[in-house]
């Protein structure tokens, strides 16, 4: 009985959540805006979350979403993709790193203006996934609530600028994909997604494991001819979670928390965006490479976010994902110590008031 009313609750709030996500993403799917299904969700969510309701999507849910993005990654790996990154590797890394050195520049910006703790905010600046961000910055002892806050608000300037770019530039043709019928092992994609909560709650030792796990696997499967039958449905479904769990972030507790500081963050995430696209120029330029790729190579974006529009919008989604966990690791393996000395270097050069 106790059993049966709970469950009738949670139905009753979470099926017009649900529903009114679809409804928005078909609604702005018709009306060709682009990153429809992952916008859609991100405004429900939202819209949900200011006005009162307490809805969190489960981590196990979560996981899945990004197991399913890793799948779509190893599902459109092509041939050519290792040639194509050997040949702009040194490029794309120097670009990556101008960015990271950027993102910290505006985390110490943002924490002398807002006055908040400098480190927390470069952290919350830092690109790559913010899930695994936000865990590293909890574990060094930082303000993960300071963290999480910009990490959300740069990766929303991030889907609506990018979105905002490809309807005034146009998307293209999916990279080295066709319309062809449906094929493959679904029970490969069942057991791939299930390997995702699995990863994130065995492989912490791995930075965004429920990703980046299946997407390794996924790939070994696909490169040795096993074919992974990934539906459209179950792409609708991870990118509602993904950016329906970004807008009910954005609730009446984070307006109170971000009201002081909200207009610096949003400000220093738009400008680290445009650098981002600057050096996008340059990649397209030098490296070769398609501009809507070689933007979503070089903005500072959540991995599983870019990976949803990358697809969507018809980017090469290898070449993205490859530089993207590039960046990825160049954030875990130098970004605590860059984020410390940059930390300890305006500390020495801030006047401290005389003792009296």
Excluded: K
């Amino acid at each position: 009985m106790i059993f049966a009313f709970c469950l009738r609750t949670r139905l009753i709030i979470w099926v017009p959540h649900v529903l009114s996500a679809l409804a928005v993403s078909l609604l702005l799917e018709h009306l060709g805006v682009p990153a429809a299904l992952l916008i859609g969700p991100l405004m429900a969510g939202a819209a949900a979350g200011l006005a009162g309701a307490r809805l969190r999507y489960p981590r196990w849910a979560l996981s899945a979403a990004q197991a399913v993005t890793g799948v779509l990654v190893a599902t459109s790996l092509r041939a050519d993709t290792i040639e194509t990154v050997q040949r702009i590797w040194p490029l794309a890394l120097g670009l990556l790193l101008i960015v990271m050195a950027s993102a910290i520049a505006a985390g110490v910006v943002t924490g002398r203006l807002a006055r908040i703790e400098r480190e927390a905010a470069i952290w919350g600046f830092l690109p790559g996934m913010a899930s695994a961000v936000i865990a590293m910055s909890d574990d060094r002892g930082l303000d993960a609530r300071v963290v999480a806050v910009i990490q959300m608000v740069r990766i929303v300037v991030v889907i609506f600028l990018t979105a905002g770019l490809v309807g005034v530039f146009g998307s293209q043709p999916a990279a080295g994909m066709t319309q062809t019928e449906p094929s493959g092992d679904v029970f490969l994609l069942v057991a791939l997604v299930a390997l995702g909560p699995v990863a994130d709650r065995f492989l912490r030792v791995i930075p965004a494991a429920a990703l980046l796990v299946p997407l390794t696997v996924g790939s070994v499967l696909d490169l040795s001819g096993l074919s992974i039958y990934l539906p459209q449905a179950v792409l609708v479904c991870a990118y509602l979670v993904i950016g329906a769990n970004v807008g009910l972030g954005f609730d009446r507790a984070f307006l109170s928390d971000a009201a002081r500081s909200l207009p610096v963050v949003l400000a220093a995430a738009c400008a680290l965006y445009a650098v981002g696209a600057l050096l996008s120029l340059v990649l397209a330029i030098v490296g070769g490479v398609d501009p809507l790729t070689a933007l979503l190579s070089t903005v500072p974006g959540s991995i599983d976010a870019i990976a949803a529009i990358a697809f969507s919008e018809g980017a090469d989604i290898s070449v993205v994902m490859t530089l993207q966990i590039m960046r990825l690791f160049v954030v875990i393996l130098v970004g605590p110590v860059m984020a410390r000395l940059a930390v300890r270097w305006v500390m020495r050069r801030t006047p401290h008031p005389p003792q009296p």
